[in-house]
């Protein structure tokens, strides 16, 4: 998908290392999370496992109960159920993931820097903008004052 090698994949398209069982079902050792559940909606879809009546609940099959430990669950449990049977992969993704919690430490040590200095412009930003209204306040008193001298010589 990406070019560069080093580059850390996105979470959901991460290639992911699967519990036998899960690889038995799946046909591989790595697949991307979204593979992974596209396979195993193909399974239930394949072997009619949904429940009739509330089609929300997934009616486990002896293959999907090795993966996920239950006869029964909804749906919405699958992912997080899932992710028991998954774990990521070694290799540069681990080091990326170390080296961007220590980018963010720092990050996040800037931007309260960043919150610092931006008060200070905000202030620096208001001092000018008085600054401005004042002299235009000047700028009036004195067109104010020229015109009140010129009435004043035509009397």
Known sequence: MYLDKNRKMPGF???LELSPAL????????????KIVKKIWAHIKKNNLQDSKDRRQINNDQALR???GR???GMMEMNSLLSKSVKQTGGNNNNNNNN????NKNNKKNSHRNRNNNKNTNKNRKDRQNQKGQKKQ???RRQ???RSQK???RR
């Not at 690889?23 to 979204?34: D, I, W």
């Not at 961007?100 to 980018?103: E, K, L, M, S, Y």
């Open 13 to 15: 398209n991460q290639k």
């Open 151 to 153: 009435r004043n010589q």
């Open 100 to 103: 961007n919690n220590n980018n």
């Open 144 to 146: 104010n004052q020229k």
């Open 23 to 34: 690889a038995k079902l799946c046909g591989q050792k790595n697949l991307e999370r979204t």
């Open 71 to 73: 006869q029964k669950m």
């Open 66 to 68: 090795e993966i996920f």
């Open 138 to 140: 000047q700028q009036k």
